[in-house]
């Protein structure tokens, strides 16, 4: 049997600080303090860059699986009377798509502009033999 502890705020209140110093720690030995960086601006830069890469990261996920697509589909805006386009499925409506992955990278603060960048991998990338 395995021992379960209940989490309480006694035991976060203790464990909370020595993440936060190990965290510290790893950090400065990742990305170490520049020599010729004024010292008195040590501080602000550590500060500054703990927000931005935590920030770079917070906005990276990796997803798996079937997506709905629907081709049909446009907004009055996006319409063109000269353009058509020729597909075999376009009168279908939505469908599902097979399975992709897909790597994201989002900008994880919300006064970001909207816009992202998507890497779908190649199907056969993630096949299983």
């Not at 602000?44 to 703990?50: A, C, E, R, V, Y």
């Not at 931005?52 to 990796?62: A, E, H, P, R, Y």
Request: one cysteine or more; hydrophobic letters at 35%.
């Amino acid at each position: 049997m395995g021992y379960t502890q209940r989490i309480s705020a006694a035991l976060l209140d203790q464990g909370i600080p020595s993440l936060v110093e190990a965290y510290d720690k790893r950090f400065n030995q990742i990305f170490p303090y520049p020599l010729d960086f004024p010292v008195q601006d040590k501080q602000k830069l550590q500060d500054f860059s703990k927000a931005i890469t935590s920030n770079l990261l917070g906005g990276v996920g990796f997803f798996y699986g079937n997506s709905v697509v629907n081709k049909k589909f446009s907004y009055e805006w996006d319409e063109d009377d000269d353009i058509t386009v020729e597909d075999e499925d376009e009168g279908k409506g939505a469908r599902l798509t097979p399975p992709k992955a897909l790597l994201t990278a989002t900008p994880s603060r919300s006064f970001f502009p909207r816009g992202f960048y998507w890497c779908v991998l190649a199907p056969d990338h993630h096949s299983r033999s």
